[in-house]
DNA sequence: CCGCCGCCCTGCTTGC
DNA sequence: TGCAAGCAGGGCGGCG
């Protein structure tokens, strides 16, 4: 599942592979993939545009055109954008290519059909209802605690909500609630301030530390080379069950939240 | 605003 | 062994 390590490692390949390159042909295989404002015809606007920049913005890839156009991709669990060159063979599972003058090609592969590339118009306002991004000054242990006050839904809950914290997913809040030794159940408001400072600073290490790896594979994400990310490796809980706790050796449980599988320490989390 | 639920979709796992 | 059912999950829209 690509979280904010995983689109980080992805949208800095992209800036290196594809920054300067010019789209020449464009293939849609998965009309409902590729979405444009009404009027606008999403294959043929694109034609001609440079690739001014790469950037990212919670789990959004935003690829910037030098018209001032952008393409936002949602890569949701089993998307991929990958970069081909002239004689690779087709990427599988793409619905989306663009092809550049170069012979290069960027594949928007998506396994469920669940992700989107969506053309945004120069002006249009498309992350309104995002929230802070952790990895800025924004995200203070003080705005953090501002969230959380009479919150009765479970911290790992609120934690996954977007328009609260940009980036974050099902592995990260795992395993930043178990760094923080905190029950993913607690109810957000029933968090002291001391827990919600070790909770904002283990997000904030958690992401940093996954950048390093260049992600998490636990299931389909690779990076814009195709590649598996490291940090599976460094888990602590996330798809643990039944093994025994890093830090204090009581069982790793797995109960759903949120109608989602949480991994955590019943021994040490509290 | 808040909390909750169902839907989307396919490949993999599970169970008979 | 083979097949069908169950499961997983991020974002979004709808409901109360």
Redesign the pocket.
């Known amino acids: 599942?690509p979280?904010l390590p995983e689109v980080e490692t992805i949208v800095r390949g992209l800036a290196h592979k594809i920054v300067g390159e010019t789209i020449a042909r464009i293939s849609v295989t998965l009309k409902?993939i590729a979405v444009a404002p009404k009027g606008i015809n999403f294959e043929r606007a694109l034609i001609g545009e440079k690739i001014a920049d790469v950037s990212r913005r919670?789990?959004?890839c935003v690829i910037e055109l030098s018209s001032g156009r952008k393409l936002v991709t949602?890569l949701?669990?089993?998307g991929r954008l990958v970069v081909l060159e002239s004689g690779d063979a087709p990427y599988p599972?793409t619905h989306v290519e663009l092809g550049f003058e170069s012979g290069n090609r960027l594949a928007f592969s998506e396994?469920?059909?669940?992700g989107r590339m969506r053309l945004v118009e120069p002006n249009e306002a498309w992350d309104g209802?995002l929230g802070v991004e952790p990895l800025t000054k924004a995200f203070t242990p003080e705005r953090f605690l501002s969230m959380l006050s009479?919150?009765?839904?479970p911290i790992k809950?609120?934690l996954?909500d977007?328009r609260r914290v940009a980036g974050i997913?099902?592995?990260y809040a795992c395993e930043a609630l178990w760094e923080a030794r905190i029950r993913p159940d607690r109810p957000a408001r029933t968090l002291t301030a001391p827990a919600t400072r070790r909770l904002h600073e283990a997000i904030v290490d958690v992401l940093h530390r996954a950048i390093q790896m260049r992600g998490t594979s636990v299931d389909d994400y690779v990076d814009a080379e195709g590649l598996k990310g490291g940090f599976q490796n460094s888990l602590a809980v996330y798809g643990r069950s039944g093994k025994p706790c890093l830090r204090c050796g009581r069982t790793i449980v797995r109960t759903?939240l949120?109608?989602?599988?949480t991994w955590w320490c019943g021994g040490c989390q509290r």
């Open positions: 599942m979280e409902k919670g789990k959004y949602s949701r669990m089993t599972y396994v469920r059909q669940f209802e009479g919150r009765t839904t809950v609120l996954l977007q997913g099902n592995i759903v949120g109608q989602r599988g």
